[in-house]
């Protein structure tokens, strides 16, 4: 980010799925440290209820196209910017957010406070599958990587995450595979608890697909 702030680069954070606490933290700036230029923002910011997106700027992005000609806009929009019931649902889950995460300390000053979804021990016990390269999770998502089947590299090495994901279905648990990749992406209301029984359910899934000789 310094190389790019050295050239007058832009910074844009596109956080319109891993922002509003899906990755623990409101923003990923809280990561990386520093603030982008440009950021969107989307989802969670309905608490998924309804369609909308928000795009925020610096105030010299914003200012470079403030004019009054057509020549000086930025001639781009979404297709669900504030819309009513979008900016209705905003308020709702931002209050909601703020709620949950931002607690006042001693002096009064808001902090931000961590919220734990998924045990640690539980998930690196994931990757000890046979068939599992590795797992994690960050604050609402959990993923584990699978052993490929041979069948193909990249998006295209769902061999295994396929099976996996249709027990996952068969068991009211919506996931998502990318490859070789499978995911669960929980609310940010989600309970520990909910969060400790997606593990069992995915472990169950991975074992289920699992050689009996090759199961850990």
Do not use: W
């Not at 933290?25 to 969670?44: F, H, M, Q, T, W």
């Not at 998006?155 to 990318?178: F, M, N, Q, T």
């Not at 069992?200 to 289920?208: N, R, Y």
Request: net charge negative; aromatic share 6%; proline share 4%.
């Amino acid at each position: 980010m310094s190389i790019s702030r050295s050239k007058s680069v832009p910074i844009i954070f596109d956080e319109v799925a891993a922002g509003l606490y899906r990755l623990g933290v409101a923003s990923c700036r809280e990561i990386l440290g520093d603030n982008p230029d440009i950021a969107a923002y989307a989802k969670l910011l309905t608490g998924g209820l309804v369609p909308m997106s928000v795009t925020l700027a610096s105030e010299d992005v914003f200012n470079t196209f403030l004019g009054d000609s057509k020549a000086e806009a930025l001639l781009h929009g979404h297709s669900y910017t504030a819309h009513a019931v979008g900016c209705v649902s905003s308020i709702h889950a931002l209050d909601a957010y703020a709620e949950l995460f931002e607690k006042e300390g001693h002096d009064g000053k808001k902090i931000d406070f961590k919220k734990a979804y998924f045990d640690q021990s539980v998930v690196a016990a994931l990757s000890e599958l046979s068939l599992v390269q590795e797992s994690m999770a960050l604050g609402t998502v959990v993923a584990v990587t699978i052993e490929p089947d041979g069948g193909g590299s990249g998006y295209a090495a769902a061999g295994r995450s396929i099976p996996i994901v249709k027990y996952l279905l068969d068991h009211e648990v919506y996931a998502r595979p990318l490859g070789n990749v499978v995911y669960i992406m929980v609310s940010p209301l989600t309970s520990a608890e909910e969060c400790a029984r997606l593990c069992c359910v995915l472990k169950d899934a991975i074992l289920s697909i699992t050689p009996p000789s090759s199961s850990a």
